[in-house]
C-alpha cells in the first residue's frame, strides 16, 4: 500500500486536500477553529475544534460533498509571506493558531490563500483546489488536543487524495482488503480475544477459542525446539531493579519499561525481556565446554510501556508471550549454532506457507552512544563475527544501521503481510555484552575460564504478534490443525430424537479422535445457525438429516463453498484426523 509521506507528488497533493477539507468544514461550522492538518502514512488528517457539534457519518458526507463544490470553483492556491505580528492579528481569536504561532521563531512566517480560506503552513502546495478533487475521507474521531486528557476533545477527520479517480478507487479497494483482513475484526467475529479499558489498553484478554490457538501454536513450537534439545524453563514475570541494572538495561531501555514497584524497600518492575532471567538460571551451577551449547527456552510472558497511539489488537500490546531462547555457546559453536536457528526459522516459515520475506543485519549506530553499549572492540568483534557467519551459510541479507539491540547486532527476518507494512516476526541476536556483564563463565579444555557468546533468538517472535499476521493473512481461515473448532455439526431438525441420538454419536466419536467439534443443537433456523458457522470461519460444517443418519453417513461443506460432500462416517473421521496430523495448508 502507496505511504503518503513518501512519495513527494502525494504528500503535496494531500496536504493541499487537507486544507480543501478545512475550507467546506469552515463553510459549514463558521465557528470551527483548526489544529494541525499534516500528512501521514495512510494519507492525511485535521484536528478541528467544532464546538459541540460531534461528528457522524452523515455530518462526514456533507463535508465531502462541500469539498466537491469548493474544488469545481478551481480557485487557485496563493503562498504568502506575513511577520509573526500579522500572524498573530489575523489569527487573534484561534486559541490553536495562536499556540502555534508562540511556538515559531520571529521573522517570515507562511500562510496560503485559497478563495475565501487562509491557513499557516510552511507548504508547498499544488496550484488549485480542483487538483484536489479526487479525495475520500476515510474515517473520523476525537481526540485531545496535543494528546492531554485535560485539554479540549478536538474532531480528527482522516483522508486521502490521488491525482486521478482510477487511483483512488483502486486505494479504496485495498482499504477495503484491509479492513476485511484486520486480525482485530477477525478476532472479534471468531470470538479469539478482547480488550476491556477497565483491564487496561494493550492488555488482550484471550477467550476460549482464541487460547486454543494460542495453545496450538506453543504446542507447535515447543516440540520443535524438543527435538532440537532445547531445555524450556520457567521464570517470573517481574524482576528486580537491581537486575535490569546489571544487564544494562534500566539504563538502555528504561522508557520502554514499566514504573518500579516498591516493596518492602526493593525495587520491581514487570520484566520486558528474558534475557536477565536466562542468564542467572545459567549462572546457577559451573559448566564446562563439554556441556556447551545450552539452549534454554521458555514461552514468556512480557511487558513493554508502548505509547497508546501504537497499540494494535494483538500485534502490538503492552503484554505479549514471546517464544524466546538464548543459546550459551562457545565461539567456535557460533556458526552451527546460526545456522541451526536459520534452519528452524525457514523450516518453520514453510509450515506455515510463508515466502515473502527478507533477512537484514541490524547493526549500531556509532554516533548514538546513548542507545547502544559503549564499547567499540565489542561491537566490531560481533558485527563481522555475524556478518561472517551469514555470508558462510549463505543467507543474503541487506544491512540496516541503527537496528541493533543495545548490546549487540542482530538478525532480523521481516515479512510482508497482505496489508500494512512489512513486520519483524524472527530474529537472532549475537550477544558478547550480556555474559561478561553476568561474569558467566564455563570451563575450557585447558582448564581456564571462559565467557561464553550468547545467541537471543525468536522464532514465532511474540505468538500474538505471530497469530495476527496468520489471522490476517488467511482471511482467519485458519488451517484446520489450528482452527479453534475445527468441525461443526447442524441437525437438520431438532425435533427428531433419532437424529439428535446420531448427531450426538458423531460428536462423540470425533471427540474421541481428538477433533475439536462443536454441536449446534439450538432450536434457531438452520440458514442461521450455517450464517452464525460461516461467519466463525468453521473448516468443516457436517450436516446430518434422515438420509444421513439411516444411511450412517456424514454430509460436510467446507468453509467458503456452497456444494456438500457425502461420505461414511469412519471415512470423514480418519479424513479430518489425517489432515490435522499432516498440519495441511
Not at 513518501?6 to 497533493?13: A, G, K, M, P, Y
Request: glycine letters at 6%.
Amino acid at each position: 500500500m502507496v505511504n503518503f509521506k513518501e512519495d513527494e507528488e502525494l504528500h503535496v497533493l494531500n496536504h493541499s486536500c487537507a486544507h480543501l477539507m478545512a475550507q467546506a468544514v469552515k463553510h459549514l461550522y463558521p465557528q470551527a477553529k483548526f489544529w494541525v492538518g499534516p500528512v501521514v502514512d495512510e494519507g492525511f488528517y485535521y484536528d478541528m475544534d467544532l464546538g459541540d457539534a460531534v461528528l457522524n457519518d452523515e455530518d462526514i458526507a456533507a463535508i465531502e460533498k462541500e469539498m466537491k463544490k469548493v474544488a469545481k470553483t478551481g480557485a487557485k492556491i496563493y503562498r504568502r509571506e506575513i511577520s509573526k505580528a500579522e500572524a498573530e492579528e489575523m489569527f487573534k481569536d484561534d486559541p490553536y493558531k495562536l499556540d502555534l504561532i508562540s511556538n515559531m521563531e520571529d521573522g517570515t512566517i507562511t500562510c496560503y490563500d485559497q478563495g475565501d480560506f487562509t491557513d499557516l503552513c510552511r507548504g508547498p502546495h499544488v496550484d488549485n483546489v480542483k487538483l484536489c478533487r479526487n479525495f475520500k475521507l476515510i474515517k473520523h474521531s476525537g481526540v485531545y488536543w496535543k494528546g492531554d486528557a485535560e485539554k479540549q476533545v478536538l474532531q480528527r477527520v482522516y483522508g486521502v487524495c490521488f491525482p486521478e479517480a482510477e487511483q483512488l478507487e483502486e486505494h479504496l479497494k485495498l482499504l477495503e482488503e484491509a479492513k476485511e483482513r484486520d486480525h482485530r475484526k477477525i478476532g472479534k467475529d471468531m470470538e479469539l480475544f478482547m480488550v476491556d479499558d477497565l483491564v487496561g489498553r494493550g492488555l488482550p484478554m484471550y477467550l476460549p477459542k482464541g487460547q486454543l490457538v494460542w495453545q496450538e501454536l506453543e504446542n507447535y513450537i515447543r516440540q520443535k525446539e524438543l527435538r532440537l534439545n532445547y531445555q524450556h524453563v520457567l521464570t517470573p514475570s517481574v524482576g528486580s531493579v537491581e537486575l535490569y541494572k546489571t544487564s544494562g538495561h534500566w539504563d538502555h531501555y528504561k522508557e520502554n519499561m514499566f514504573p518500579a514497584m516498591e516493596v518492602e524497600g526493593e525495587s520491581y518492575v514487570l520484566r520486558p525481556m528474558n534475557c536477565p532471567h536466562h542468564m542467572r538460571i545459567y549462572a546457577n551451577k559451573p559448566h564446562s565446554y563439554r556441556e556447551l551449547p545450552i539452549r534454554l527456552a521458555e514461552i514468556a510472558h512480557d511487558y513493554r510501556f508502548e505509547a497508546s497511539g501504537t497499540l494494535k489488537g494483538i500485534e502490538r500490546a503492552r503484554h505479549f508471550c514471546q517464544n524466546d531462547s538464548h543459546i550459551f555457546c562457545t565461539p567456535d559453536q557460533i556458526e552451527t549454532e546460526v545456522k541451526g536457528v536459520c534452519d528452524l526459522i525457514f523450516d518453520t516459515y514453510k509450515d506455515f506457507g510463508i515466502t515473502d520475506y527478507r533477512c537484514i543485519l541490524s547493526l549500531r549506530d556509532p554516533a548514538d552512544t546513548k542507545k547502544y553499549h559503549p564499547d567499540d572492540e565489542m561491537w566490531n568483534t560481533a558485527e563481522d563475527a555475524l556478518r561472517k557467519v551469514l555470508n558462510d551459510i549463505g543467507i543474503e541479507f541487506t544491512e540496516e544501521i541503527g537496528e541493533a539491540a543495545f548490546y549487540g547486532p542482530k538478525l532480523d527476518v521481516n515479512v510482508k503481510p497482505a496489508i500494512g507494512n512489512e513486520i519483524t516476526l524472527s530474529t537472532c541476536q549475537l550477544d558478547f555484552c550480556l555474559p561478561a556483564k553476568f561474569e558467566l563463565t564455563y570451563t575450557d579444555t585447558d582448564g581456564s575460564k571462559k565467557t561464553p557468546v550468547v545467541l537471543h533468538r525468536a522464532i514465532l517472535g511474540s505468538l500474538d504478534r505471530f497469530m495476527a499476521y496468520i489471522l490476517e493473512e488467511t482471511k482467519g481461515n485458519l488451517p484446520l490443525w489450528l482452527a479453534p473448532v475445527q468441525v461443526k455439526v447442524l441437525p437438520i431438525k431438532n425435533d427428531d430424537d433419532d437424529l439428535n441420538v446420531y448427531s450426538k454419536s458423531v460428536v462423540d466419536a470425533l471427540k474421541d479422535a481428538g477433533v475439536r467439534v462443536e454441536f449446534d443443537d439450538r432450536s434457531e433456523k438452520f440458514g442461521y445457525k450455517m450464517r452464525e458457522a460461516q461467519i466463525a470461519k468453521v473448516p468443516y460444517i457436517v450436516v446430518l438429516g434422515k438420509n444421513e443418519e439411516e444411511a450412517k453417513q456424514i454430509s460436510y461443506r467446507l468453509h467458503g463453498e456452497q456444494g456438500t460432500t457425502t461420505v461414511g462416517f469412519d471415512e470423514f473421521v480418519t479424513l479430518v484426523t489425517d489432515e490435522i496430523v499432516s498440519k495441511k495448508l
